[in-house]
């Protein structure tokens, strides 16, 4: 089984700055995509950014140029370095990763169970 655990939400003024993470842990042969999505609350979960095993990145127009996303494939781990905090940021993260487990060849998306990011002066 695999699991996934996020950290580094909490309470952060406008502008200011957040590193979110997410490791995942368990029988894990490789994992293709990370990305982070979020969900304010009455609004549908919503992808924020995406980064592809080779590094390839995706993010949505709202987090351009203040959001950065990374990943260390050694350690199982996505980042999301967050800037320039708005209040509107303000929201449920979670990360998924599309992992291989061992012997099992197809890719299957995994969540973990979120960590809240409050922006509010």
């Known amino acids: 089984q695999v699991q996934l655990a996020e950290s580094g939400g909490g309470l952060v003024q406008p502008g200011g700055s957040l590193r979110l993470s997410c490791v995942a842990s368990?029988?894990?042969?490789?994992?293709?995509?990370m990305g982070w999505y979020r969900q304010a609350p009455g609004k549908q979960r919503e992808l924020v950014a995406e980064?592809?095993?080779?590094?390839?990145?995706t993010y949505t127009d709202f987090v351009k140029g203040r959001f950065t996303i990374s990943r260390d494939n050694a350690k199982n781990t996505v980042y999301l370095q967050m800037n320039s905090l708005k209040p509107e940021d303000t929201a449920v993260y979670y990360c998924?990763?599309?992992?291989?487990?061992?012997?099992?060849?197809?890719?299957?998306?995994?969540w973990g169970q979120g960590t809240q990011v409050t922006v509010a002066s």
């Open positions: 998924k990763m599309s992992v291989r487990l061992p012997y099992i060849w197809r890719w299957d998306d995994y």
């Open positions: 980064i592809m095993s080779a590094g390839t990145t």
């Open positions: 368990g029988s894990i042969a490789s994992i293709n995509s």
